[in-house]
């Protein structure tokens, strides 16, 4: 089959690849019939995440039709249309059954390799690494979904593709985001980065009883899809002082909530390495780790930090203690996409939201390396890229 | 290495023992000695691996392999004279028996899993179970109610076996085992099964105390071919919880990987 495989940094071809098969009895093959770039792809395309292998297949937004079940998987059928999680959870242990989806036990291959990064292993996921269980990505023709009878979840008819190809990552990313922040009535919810997670964190919001929306970014077509599909006032943070304009916005009381849509990227094995590197960054200017601290700086006392964006690492010179002085809460992680997909699936039969409204391009798979370069440098307007094999 | 093989090294290397062991009373009588602390087949293991090391790691051509390389010169001097310097700082000797305490290899690991004390411990207590989450055993066969025979890879594609007896069985809580005299490799553990609190199933907490055939060295060896015993027990209890909690591992052996 065709699968978009890396080979380096900047460095994605379509390569032909040995078609997946089933390994457990709780596997499945999908046959991919659409698939987008999330914005975290970028930070593997980047070479950021480490634990990459030439010849990784990326990709873990992706939808399709059931070809071939596993013996053990009972409810779904050969033909059925689904949408897939991009965190690969078991349904069984502790955290599964709480519904912490992305903190699965038991379905990282390579947990070892985790925690020895992080303590434990979150879930593992599509994609994304070998880290996080080097599973085949959805960039593909087919993939092989491991716990299919858990992940899977069947599209209703009369539903097409791109409208519910973002629940497998950016909507219930951007709605975990704002669910996070514990919205009460006349609160005001700002949000830092325009990118899809931002836009569906601004919806969401909204979804969930917020008074105002403010949307922080720099790219003009960015900010105006912030006001039209996410119903946000702007800031450009190019042009004003961020925390003086929110304070000023606010009624000197302070966003309630901030959203931190941004993240930072991962840059090593070890930790004393991840430090290194993100001091390297840190000279180099990127403005990543300063929308954290932006963020905490802003939000109103007794407000909550939610992080969707992901971060990998370590943080250097994070304001810990006005953190602390204003009582703030962090919320934050990998998203527990099956807890919102039977909620999230019917706002969209419902016509509560197009999530399609934020597709810039549509392509075919076989120009996924021009895609992947088009939307890091973020040329011809590009938010979302959407890709059929 | 077969097991004949083995066992014939076995043999020699015992006769060289009580040789050195002689050598070394007299030795330490006439107050000139000590200079070998390495026993019998740990000398043989280093000088071949300290020599496959050498090649090795010459042909990496890397900075890596250069390490390898003079890792492996070390190992091969070790096993020419019979002394480490290690050893002699640590102060430890293998080649004689009475040293036996100072290289065993002693383990503790727990995990917890989604199941009742009752059904991991009837799992566990099934014995012919355990190649399935232990990864380095090939089979282990049931001989009677308390013995069985336990077939191991070793490390460089070997294998090694020994008999087993258990020697506690408290039903839903407790089994401990030895490996019987003669054994390729001494060892001893026990595992128990504790309920964890708040519903969240059995605590498995294994407890395994073995003397590798050479020593504190064969573990080094051990590690650094990938089979190192503390990393391999935390790897087979992740199997065991996975195998009970999902009735399945997870892979991608086999296939493309992302």
Known sequence: MKALCWHGRNDVRIDNVPDPTILNPRDAIIKVTATAICGSDLHLYNAFIPTLMEGDILGHEFMGEVVELGSEVKNLKKGDRVVVPFTIACGQCFFCKKTMWSLCDN?????????????????????YSHLLGGYAGGQAEYVRVPFADVGPYKVP?????????????IFPTGYQAAENCDIQPGDTIAVWGCGPVGLFAMQSAYMLGAERVIAIDRFPERLQMAQQFGGAEVINYEQVD??????????????DSCIDAVGMEAHGMTLDNLYDKGMQMARIGT?????????????????????????????NMLPIGAAHAKSLTFKMGQTHVHRYLPKLMESIEKGKIDPSAIITHRVPLSDAPEAYAMFKNKTDGCVKVVMTP | MSDTLFRQEAAEALQRKSAEHQARQASAENGTGGDTN????????????GSALILYGLSRRSAGGLALASVGGGLLLRGATGHCHVYSKLKISTSDASSKETRGIHIEKSITIGKSPEEVYQF??????????????????????????????????????????IIVDEPNARIAWRSLPDSDIENAGSVRFVEAPGGRGCEVHVTVQYYPPAGVLGATIAKLFGEEPSIQITDDLRRLKRLLETGEIPTTEGQPHG
């Not at chain 1, 390579?110 to 599509?126: I, Q, R, V």
């Not at chain 1, 403005?287 to 802003?298: E, F, K, W």
């Not at chain 1, 939610?306 to 690492?313: K, T």
């Open chain 1, 107 to 127: 379905s990282n291959p390579n947990a070892g390799m985790a925690e020895k990064m992080y303590g434990f292993t979150p879930s593992g996921l599509f994609g």
């Open chain 1, 157 to 169: 008819k009369g539903l097409r593709d791109d409208q519910v190809l973002f629940l497998t990552d």
């Open chain 1, 242 to 255: 961020v925390g003086s304009t929110l304070k000023e916005m606010t009624g000197g009381r302070g966003p």
């Open chain 1, 287 to 315: 403005d990543r780790p300063h929308v954290l601290r932006q963020a905490i700086m802003s939000c109103r006392k007794g407000g909550t930090v939610s992080l969707p964006g992901v971060y990998g690492g370590l943080l």
């Open chain 2, 38 to 49: 390495v026993g019998g087949i740990e000398r043989l293991i280093s000088v071949t691996s």
């Open chain 2, 124 to 165: 566990w207590r099934n014995l012919s179970n355990l190649p399935r989450f232990m990864d380095h055993l090939k089979a282990v066969d049931v001989i009677s109610e308390t013995t069985s025979h336990w077939v191991a890879k070793a490390p460089m594609g070997g294998n090694i076996s020994w008999d087993a007896e």
